[in-house]
């Protein structure tokens, strides 16, 4: 039977070595591509090609699915939880938002950009959202366009990945080739940017340290969040690396990615090394949430699995 996830109340998790990850169990009930995953509370939120958002149970894994609105005409791509508010977006081109508790319509936005929303992610003022050579910003209560980023500041790509340091007040998108540093607020100034050699970027996650970049060519590049220079190649995977997420305490630093290859690897940041290979899924992976002691993945092969810690 599926073992009961620990309440998430009790303070956070503090990753550290030793430990391994089991699988304990899988939520099933879409019937397409799990394309975006959000945790509130004791809440997991899934979104898929089938054009519903689900609520599952994470205090209690036994009780499943509590909820399952159809969020959009077609399917449903990426989620988002800010402000005590739920976000999405959809191929129909919509951005909508959704009360957490019985996921009803809030607000709505007609072709929030020319083509689908490729990222999205929420800061305490904004939500952010990406496109082909666009970045836009939203009132997180009104939807209402605050600002956009284009062709004129230099983007000329599709952004298939956005990640914010609230340490330094900084939004980094990734494009084809291209880093671009950006300072929330005012202007939204680029700050700064550099050129990869490996292609399109379809992950993102940042440290303390580093900027971590999951790429088509199937590695995972790391940059210096400072200076943008680059410091660290780690392989592994055979396929594009889809999902990056990362745990990070002064007792260490992991990072957990997923990829078209169906793996989900787990790294140690302090020595860029792998510690384990999650092989549950069949298809891509294309979607990750972190609570506490566990790892919910979501993937092409329409199953969300749970891994939940275990130290050695």
């Known amino acids: 039977s599926l073992a009961a996830v620990p309440e998430v109340h009790r303070g956070p998790f503090v990753w550290q070595m030793p430990f391994t990850l089991k699988c304990i169990g899988t939520f099933r009930g879409h019937k397409g591509t799990i394309w975006s995953l959000a945790i509130y509370g004791d809440r997991l939120f899934s979104s898929s090609s089938d054009g519903t958002v689900k609520v599952w149970d994470v205090a209690d894994l036994r009780r499943g699915c509590l909820k399952t609105v159809v969020a959009h005409k077609e399917a449903t791509m990426l989620l988002a939880v800010g402000q005590g508010i739920l976000y999405s977006t959809g191929t129909d081109l919509t951005l909508r938002s959704w009360t957490l508790d019985s996921l009803g319509e809030l607000a709505k936005v007609e072709n929030a950009h020319d083509g689908i929303v490729s990222a999205m992610i929420c800061t305490k003022e904004y939500v952010v959202t990406s496109s082909f050579a666009s970045i836009k910003f939203w009132d997180p209560l009104t939807l209402n366009e605050t600002r956009s980023i284009g062709s004129s500041e230099g ?3 599709w952004i298939r990945a956005l990640v914010y340091d609230k340490r330094k007040n900084l939004l980094y ?4 080739n291209k880093i671009h540093v950006w300072r929330m607020g005012g202007d939204f100034p680029l700050v700064n940017q550099t050129s990869t050699s490996y292609g399109a970027i379809y992950s993102l ?4 340290k580093y900027i971590i970049v999951g790429t088509h060519n199937q590695n995972i ?10 410091t660290s190649t780690l392989t592994g995977h055979i396929g594009i690396v889809t999902v990056l997420k990362v745990t990070e305490s002064p007792a260490g630093v992991y990072m957990f990615s997923g990829s078209s290859d169906s793996i989900v690897q787990v790294w140690n940041l302090e020595n860029m090394l792998p510690i384990q290979a999650l ?9 990750m949430a972190l609570m506490h002691d ?13 891994f939940k810690h275990f130290k050695l």
């Open 155 to 157: 983007l000329s790509h």
């Open 173 to 176: 998108s990734g494009s084809h």
């Open 205 to 208: 996650a940042v440290t303390k």
């Open 221 to 230: 590049q790391v940059y210096d969040s400072a200076t943008l220079n680059h």
């Open 279 to 287: 092989q549950r899924h069949e298809k891509t992976v294309h979607s």
């Open 294 to 306: 566990t790892v919910f993945t979501g993937s092409e092969d329409q199953e969300i699995k749970v």
